[in-house]
């Protein structure tokens, strides 16, 4: 297994859609930092400055502390561009060119090498993520005060579909335990999401009917979730701002929205996971 993740790895890390999502990123980070610094400008004669996403939103004053929580759902896009253009190339672009017939010639199980691939994919995930948080951190702490403490505007849609906010300060250590762990919980939805796309990749042997199948998924399920509020706790998509459900005071913690997003998460990750190791084993790749 060490070796076969070693060499999806390779494949991915040889290739240029990581390093051009990389670039994506810094380009976003740089729109995000003029923005800031323009409404800073604009804002600071009312002392009132609100900076940030539409999930997640810096009050009070940018500081260093402050700016790289909103940066999360700036690059969602991009992630979920990445990981379409990734499997469709991985998966269904092998297939098609015999790439991955020539690997499972070899002494391995097409389990094996479904896993490899999805393992793969979790640490390019993970890579653009910490990339995104370490660059936003550099970036905020050079454009901006460090600060003297991490002050946040965190707005959640609760389990009856009602938007929520709620305002809450942390010390600058506790700020960047709290802004390191919202990355990282980022990564798990977008992982399960991947795994949508993973198994349309098994079923389409084509890579542009994987991209434009799955991003149509991708719109699709944002159209539904905007359309029918109250089904969104049950789409994979409404999570890719998960981390909102814990940027809130432990006495206003909704429960029933992590619990429903935790197993929503984990579930379709599962799920789909299965079905794309069920789909190789059935699918006639050796002929």
Do not use: H
Request: hydrophobic share 50%; net charge positive; with cysteine.
């Amino acid at each position: 297994m060490y070796n076969l993740v070693k060499n999806e790895l390779f494949k991915i890390f040889k290739q240029k859609k990581l390093y051009i999502c990389g670039v994506m990123i810094l380009v976003v980070l740089a729109i995000s930092i003029a923005s800031a610094i323009m409404t800073q400008s604009a804002s600071s004669s009312s002392g009132n400055l609100l900076v940030g996403s539409e999930s997640a939103d810096v009050s009070s004053q940018v500081t260093g502390q402050n700016f790289p929580i909103s940066m999360i759902s700036s690059i969602s896009t991009i992630l979920v561009i990445y990981i379409v253009i990734l499997l469709g190339d991985i998966m269904a672009d092998e297939y098609k060119s015999g790439t991955l017939k020539l690997t499972l010639l070899g002494p391995v199980s097409r389990s094996k090498v479904v896993m490899a691939k999805a393992i793969a994919l979790f640490i390019s995930i993970s890579t653009l993520i910490v990339f995104t948080l370490i660059t936003s951190y550099i970036a905020g702490s050079i454009f901006f005060d460090w600060g003297s403490g991490f002050n946040v505007i965190s707005y959640q849609t609760t389990y009856a579909g009602e938007m929520t906010a709620a305002n809450f300060a942390l010390t600058a250590v506790s700020g960047i335990l709290v802004t390191a762990g919202a990355f990282l919980l980022t990564i798990l939805p977008y992982f399960s999401f991947g795994m949508i796309v993973y198994f349309l990749s098994t079923l389409i042997p084509n890579m542009g009917a994987v991209i434009g199948a799955s991003l149509g998924t991708w719109i699709t399920m944002s159209l539904v979730g905007m359309a029918f509020p109250k089904i969104t706790p049950y789409l994979i998509t409404s999570y890719f701002s998960f981390y909102n459900e814990f940027l809130r005071s432990s006495k206003d913690f909704d429960v029933r929205s992590i619990a429903t997003g935790s197993l929503v998460i984990v579930l379709t990750g599962a799920l789909f996971l299965g079905l794309s190791i069920f789909a190789i084993r059935k699918k006639d790749i050796l002929a």
